[in-house]
């Protein structure tokens, strides 16, 4: 019972941000949950928790996708994708949490660095496709999409832009995930119904969280995510030293 509670205040707050932010919904659950949970156990369920979030607030903003900046970097993911997925179901569950914490911590202390750049300042050409192999990798062993948001962030006008367009691309790559994670047999039954019963919870936190975009300063939100992830990484990589 007591677990069950904790996962469904992760699933809350991870969509309440998803919400707000439009990403990091992954970072903020499966951070909160690796201190007891194995990242194997914890991606697919996220992933199926995420689908229905990303196709809501891709609908939302349908009128602003921009398939030319949508399907490229749709593509990349694929491409990183396999490697990704290979490393998750094979590799030392405690040298994944110890690298999820450096990558937390480092895009925590990016984001962070970010704010204070021109959102609005043109993505250079060549690292598109670095970007995109590297977010492919995270995706398929984290589902971590910041990477993403962070050059889609860049290529958009404006905050409403960089939602539509990015959960496009999360709706394709989730697509593709489950595909791969159920033929890798990651993904379960088990899975679906963990996920399928966490789906109140999700709907409850993503729509507090586009509620709340209206009301409250982003600004000062996403910078306090940003804080708790660079925290929690630290946490996470000492606790697996230690």
């Given at each position: 019972m007591e677990n069950w509670i904790w996962l469904s205040a992760a699933a809350i707050l991870a969509y309440f941000v998803k919400g707000l932010c439009g990403f990091a919904n992954t970072l903020v659950f499966s951070t909160l949950l690796s201190f007891s949970v194995d990242n194997v156990n914890i991606s697919p369920v996220e992933l199926v928790l995420g689908f229905p979030s990303n196709c809501i607030l891709a609908w939302r903003g349908r009128k602003k996708m921009q398939p030319r900046l949508i399907l490229p970097v749709a593509a990349l993911v694929f491409a990183g994708t396999?490697?990704?997925?290979?490393?998750l179901k094979n590799a030392d569950a405690g040298v994944i949490k110890i690298l999820f914490g450096v990558v937390i911590t480092c895009l925590g202390l990016d984001m962070l660095l970010r704010r204070k750049t021109d959102a609005a300042k043109p993505a250079s050409k060549w690292i598109l496709p670095v970007i995109g192999l590297i977010a492919g990798v995270m995706c398929g062993l984290f589902g971590i999409g910041a990477l993403l948001?962070?050059?889609?962030?860049?290529?958009?006008?404006?905050?409403?832009?960089?939602?539509?367009?990015?959960?496009?691309?999360?709706?394709?790559?989730?697509?593709f995930r489950m595909?791969?994670?159920?033929?890798?047999?990651?993904l379960t039954a088990d899975v679906l119904l963990q996920a399928a019963a966490l789906l109140p919870a999700m709907?409850?936190?993503l729509g507090l969280g586009i509620l709340s975009g209206k009301k409250l300063n982003e600004k000062v939100v996403r910078f306090a995510v940003h804080i708790m992830l660079v925290l929690s990484g630290i946490a996470l990589i000492l606790q697996n030293l230690l």
């Open positions: 396999l490697p990704g997925m290979f490393l948001a962070g050059y889609v962030g860049r290529a958009a006008k404006d905050t409403q832009t960089m939602k539509a367009n990015l959960c496009a691309v999360f709706v394709l790559e989730n697509l595909v791969t994670y159920g033929l890798s047999d990651i709907a409850a936190g």
